[in-house]
């Protein structure tokens, strides 16, 4: 099986501040890719597939980029409504998702 | 907008077997566009893809619970199930269901994706004697 490893875990920032989580996949896995957002007691929320497509309503300060096995979600300037957890998931026969990056306030 | 929203019993003893069912709001399940599949999340983990199905049948599970996984479609109902045998503390967890939708890239209007657009807002699931 693919496996999908984020970095960091846990990222504490600020209001503003431009935030990168990677996404790293055991094999290559082209641009089959997509990033989900999580906030406590809700649902996941879809945010990018195919790597770097952002999905309808999904504000601009979010993008996505890589291919292969190295994928980085950016949020280039962190509002308060973006803390939450991030979690990459491989779109393939076995959607396996990865550990999850949580971005706190600072 | 489609609706999905899951139920079952909160509540089931250990070695019994859990079933859930997803409910969706339009008439989606019964055309060829969608898989549907199923999520789960342990407290306080991260997320588990645990399977997709698609209108026809055609199941995909998570090789560690396909053993005890069965997933299935009801077009007629607009339901998806799943029955997950001989559970332990260890099945205890929120179980999403989600449609996948066939999207397509920015720079590829040819080819699609199946992505988890929709998702139902969850069900707790524990897992006790």
């Known amino acids: 099986d693919i496996q999908l490893t984020q970095s960091p875990s846990f990222v504490s920032a600020s209001v503003g501040d431009r935030v990168t989580i990677t996404c790293r996949a055991s094999?290559?896995?082209?641009?089959?890719l997509a990033w989900y957002q999580q906030k406590p007691g809700k649902a996941p929320k879809l945010l990018i597939y195919?790597?770097?497509t952002l999905q309808s309503g999904v504000p601009a300060r979010f993008g996505g980029s890589g291919s292969g096995t190295e994928f980085t979600l950016t949020i280039s300037s962190l509002q308060p409504e973006d803390f939450a957890t991030y979690y990459c998931?491989?779109?393939?026969?076995?959607?396996?998702f990865g550990g999850g990056t949580t971005v706190d306030i600072k | 907008q489609v609706q999905l929203q899951e139920s079952g019993p909160g509540l089931v003893k250990p070695s019994e077997t859990l079933s859930l069912t997803c409910t969706v709001s339009?008439?989606?399940?019964?055309?060829?566009?969608?898989?549907w599949g199923w999520t789960r999340q342990p407290p306080g983990e991260g997320l588990e893809w645990v399977a997709s199905?698609?209108?026809?049948?055609?199941?995909y599970y998570n090789p560690s619970l396909k053993s005890r996984l069965t997933t299935s479609v009801d077009t007629s109902k607009n339901q998806l199930s799943l029955k997950l045998t001989s559970v332990t503390a260890a099945d205890s967890a929120v179980y999403y269901c989600?449609?996948?939708?066939?999207?397509?890239?920015?720079?590829?209007?040819?080819?699609?994706?199946?992505?988890?657009?929709?998702w139902g807002q969850g069900t707790t699931v524990t897992v006790s004697s």
């Open positions: 989600a449609r996948l939708s066939p999207l397509t890239a920015n720079d590829n209007p040819y080819f699609s994706y199946y992505v988890m657009d929709v």
């Open positions: 339009d008439g989606s399940m019964s055309g060829s566009r969608y898989y």
């Open positions: 199905v698609y209108y026809s049948g055609n199941t």
């Open positions: 094999q290559g896995i082209s641009r089959y």
């Open positions: 195919a790597a770097s």
């Open positions: 998931q491989q779109l393939n026969s076995y959607p396996f």
